[in-house]
């Protein structure tokens, strides 16, 4: 497989998080031995050098972890996978994957080669919460059997967080890419966790102690109503993605020079037009 040409149907992002390159030299592309629950794959995974990234065949893990249904769309390009307990949506060209109604980041996307779709291994075990090992010494990846499935959507994320989340990414992001939109929940959820500030999603985007702190909250933008993809940025920065760490701190590409945070904080990331602080 090392040789063969991958189809990557979503850019590689190299983010924060992402799964470190192991200290054994594997090389890109190198075929990985795959196990899951117990059973021993013909289906081989693969080694994504890019990123660090362990990919294995998304239908054939599937099957062995007790799917009872992998149906692809080529009308949504996507594929879906069933079983008691579990309904799985896996879209080829975005940065996530969803399992009863909660999201999980995927921003490697997915690989296609020969007909055969393939997942990060971390991606695939959270939506069967199975646990997962990989030994680059002996090329093998092991996934366990499914245990404890994703608590339903509906009953995971808090209506209230949704629903600031979603419009303070929207007012603050909404022109930008799915990931910088992560990017501003990410600042959010930091602040939540922040003993320097309020400990709520709504207290913190009205937080004006020391001055206010995201405009939309008093600019009214906040009221706009979200985008369809603002709402899933928001539930993936609820679910505690990581994409520009641990910033607090955030502002327009064209502000940094002369905003309070360009002035007085170390800058952390660039996403898309939002300059990001620590």
């Known amino acids: 497989m090392g040789k063969k040409v991958f189809i990557l149907l979503l850019a590689v992002c190299l983010l924060a998080g992402v799964t470190a390159l192991p200290a054994f030299a594997v090389e890109e592309g190198t075929e990985l031995s795959v196990t899951a629950g117990g059973e021993a794959l013909g289906a081989a995974g693969f080694f994504r050098g890019s990123d660090g990234r362990v990919m294995v065949p998304l239908r054939a893990v599937s099957d062995a972890l007790g799917a009872q249904e992998v149906l692809w ?24 994957i969803r399992a009863n109604d909660r999201y999980f980041f ?13 997942l990060p291994v971390e991606a695939l075990a959270w939506a069967f919460g199975a646990e997962h090992t990989y030994a680059p010494e002996t090329g093998s990846v092991v996934i366990s059997k499914p245990g404890e499935f994703p608590e339903p959507g509906g009953t995971f994320y ?4 949704v629903y600031w989340m979603s419009h303070i990414i929207y007012a ?8 910088s939109m992560v990017a501003v929940g990410n600042v959010v959820m930091n602040r939540v966790a922040d003993s320097a500030f309020p400990d709520t999603v709504e207290a913190v985007i009205f937080d004006r102690r020391f001055g206010i702190q995201f405009s939309p909250a008093y600019s009214g933008g906040i009221y706009m109503t979200p985008s369809e993809e603002s709402v899933i940025a928001a539930k993936l920065a609820l679910e505690g993605t990581k994409v520009v760490g641990d910033s607090l701190f955030f502002a327009a590409e064209y502000m940094a020079k002369t905003c309070w945070a360009g002035l007085n904080r170390p800058m952390t990331y660039i996403v898309g037009t939002i300059v990001f602080y620590g």
């Open 172 to 179: 603050e992001a909404g022109a930008e890419s799915l990931l």
């Open 106 to 118: 995927n921003p490697g996307g997915v690989y296609i080669e020969d007909g055969v779709s393939y």
């Open 158 to 161: 808090n209506s209230e967080d």
């Open 73 to 96: 769309d080529p009308a949504d390009n996507s594929a879906t996978v069933t079983l008691p307990g579990l309904s799985l949506y896996v879209p080829f060209c975005k940065y996530w």
